[in-house]
């Protein structure tokens, strides 16, 4: 049983490759995605290695890490962690705009899920998702929204109709887990689910990689690959639940959470996925 849920805010400050495996396709290296909606995902296991990766490298006690955690592989079998992680789903996608440089889009199937998500920790969102449904070819934008040409918003190819409305309450909700510099009601663009699905789907960075041959300059033979990335200023949220530790250090869930809290406060950002050595992957963490 579970004594707490905690919300973990994940906002990409560089690309992110939380990379599913190698794929016969036109993309070698696609992310992760859900299988249902194919919307962007770190599944929980992954990112749970992250945190108790993140907790190690920082040199913090193998008994507090035991406890949340759980033991080393060869000894799994001894007890349990103290937190299940959920995967982390995508709230805010960013996409190219012909007026204010870029939105921050999301969508009411996305919004329902994050109010459903967020009243399973135990908080309020404060704004009903089944009000924030656009019409068919619009955009739901604040009032001061940086993104209105004329009527209109036009993201990548897409221009839909904008229909202005007060954002606050959903800026609101989702600013705990953004950097404190963003202002996201001003970018903030509520669109059709699946003009939201094809954004995700087709919206994502893929990278051409190389592999030089050290002998000859050239490129080694099948040394050439395409990668996928989640864009910079994606927003992504993960629910962690905390319960009583089985083992370690700690005796309590309280404990358990203070020690999160504390961590993700003090490190502030984390490395999700592959190709760190590049420059990918770090994220901006922030609990709630």
Do not use: C
């Not at 859900?34 to 006690?61: I, M, Y």
């Not at 209105?148 to 993201?155: A, E, I, M, N």
């Not at 669109?191 to 002998?215: L, Q, W």
């Amino acid at each position: 049983m579970y004594a707490e849920r905690l919300v973990l805010g994940i906002y990409a400050v560089s690309p992110v490759h939380a990379g599913s495996g190698s794929e016969v396709s036109v993309i070698d290296l696609p992310i992760q995605r859900e299988r249902h909606t194919g919307f962007p995902v770190v599944w929980g296991q992954s990112l749970k290695g992250v945190l108790r990766h993140a907790f190690e490298k920082a040199g913090k006690d193998k008994g507090i890490v035991r406890s949340i955690f759980g033991p080393d592989t060869d000894k799994a079998h001894e007890h349990a962690g103290a937190i299940a992680v959920g995967d982390a789903r995508v709230l805010l996608f960013p996409v190219r705009s012909a007026k204010g440089v870029f939105a921050y889009v999301t969508s009411p199937f996305v919004l329902e899920r994050f109010k459903r998500d967020m009243e399973l920790a135990g908080k309020s969102v404060g704004f009903n998702p089944k009000e924030l449904v656009p019409g068919e070819g619009r955009a739901i934008v604040d009032v001061s929204s940086v993104l209105k040409l004329k009527d209109s918003v036009v993201f990548e190819e897409v221009a839909l109709k904008a229909e202005p409305r007060d954002l606050s309450k959903v800026a609101g909700a989702i600013e705990p887990l953004l950097p404190g510099d963003v202002d996201v009601k001003k970018r903030l663009a509520i669109v059709p689910d699946d003009v939201f699905s094809a954004f995700v789907r087709f919206s994502t960075e893929v990278v051409a990689r190389v592999a030089i041959d050290a002998g000859t300059g050239t490129v080694k033979r099948g040394g050439l690959w395409y990668e996928e990335f989640l864009p910079s200023e994606t927003l992504l949220y993960s629910v962690i639940a905390v319960g009583k530790p089985k083992g370690g250090k700690l005796s309590s869930a309280e404990e358990v959470s203070t020690e999160l809290r504390n961590f993700i406060e003090s490190v502030g950002y984390l490395q999700v996925g592959g190709d760190e050595t590049v420059g990918k992957g770090f994220v901006l963490a922030k609990l709630v």
